[in-house]
C-alpha cells in the first residue's frame, strides 16, 4: 500500500514577512514544512510503523527550494520523495490537478494534506483532490486506524466530534491533536542523502494556474502610543473601554 503525503514549505511562525517589488520576499527566510503538513507525514509513519505493508512517498510542488523541506521529511522517516518543480506560484486548484496525477501514476490508495495550509491560509486542497480523484475524505481528522483496508477514526465538525469509517483510497485532512510529530535525528538525516527524491517538472502534467498574483502588501496599523496614568483602577478601566470603542473600535 501506498501512502501519499503532500507537503508545502512555508515561512517559519517566528519570521517577519517582507515585501519586495509587490511579492513576499523569501529570499533570506527562514523556512519549514508547514506544521499541519507535519501531522500528516507522522501519521503516514505511524500506519507504516504498524506493521501493515506501507510505503510512504512525500510530494512537493513548487520551487527548487522546497528540495530541503523533502528532505526534511525524508529524515523524518519517509521512503522517498517527489518534487514537482515549478517557478510560478500555483492555486489550489492547480496544485490539486497536480496531487491527483502524481497519486494515479504512483498507485497511491491513501492521501494525507494538512487542514489548512498557512502560505495560502485554504483548506481546499483536500477538497479539490478528493473531487478530481472521485473519492471520500475524511477532513479535520483527530484519530485514524486502518484495518482490513478500511479507514476508520474521529474527526472535528461544527458540533463537535464525530466518528467515521470509509473504504480506500481515501483523501484525509491533518491537523494539530492527531499525533505528535517526531524529529529528525542525526542518523536519519544522513540515510535522508540517499533516499529517491524524484524531480519532474510541472510541464508534463499540463496545468496552468487559474488565478493569477498580481501583489502582495503588508498591512501595518499604527499604534495610539495612550498611556493611562494617575488614575485609580476603576477610572483607567472605564477610559480605556472608550479608547477601545471610540478610538481603536475594536469593541
Known sequence: MLILSVIRQVLDAEENVRIKDGRVDLSS??????????????????????????????LAVGPARCEEALRTALAIGA??????????????IAVSSVVAQVAKNEGAELIFCGGQQA?????????????????P??????????????????????????????????????????????????????????KELKKEPLEQFGVAAKLKLVSAEVQVKGRLGKILDGKDAVAAAGELVDLLRNEARVI
Do not use: C
Open 29 to 58: 527566510s527562514k523556512l519549514v514544512i508547514d506544521t499541519m503538513d507535519e501531522y500528516g507525514v507522522e501519521e503516514a509513519l505511524r500506519l507504516r510503523d504498524s506493521g501493515t505493508g506501507v510505503e510512504v512517498v512525500v
Open 79 to 92: 521512503d522517498r520523495a517527489i518534487l514537482v518543480e515549478t517557478a510560478e506560484t500555483l492555486d489550489v
Open 119 to 135: 502560505d495560502w491560509d485554504s483548506q481546499g486542497l483536500g477538497a479539490a483532490v478528493a473531487e478530481r480523484l472521485n473519492w
Open 137 to 194: 475524505q475524511a477532513a479535520w481528522t483527530t484519530a485514524l486506524k486502518l484495518a482490513d483496508g478500511k479507514l476508520s477514526g474521529t474527526h472535528d465538525v461544527d458540533e463537535g466530534s464525530e466518528s467515521f469509517t470509509m473504504a480506500l483510497p481515501a483523501v484525509v485532512t491533518t491537523q494539530q491533536g492527531l499525533n505528535e510529530p517526531r524529529y529528525p535525528t542525526l542518523p536519519n538525516i544522513m540515510k535522508a542523502k540517499r
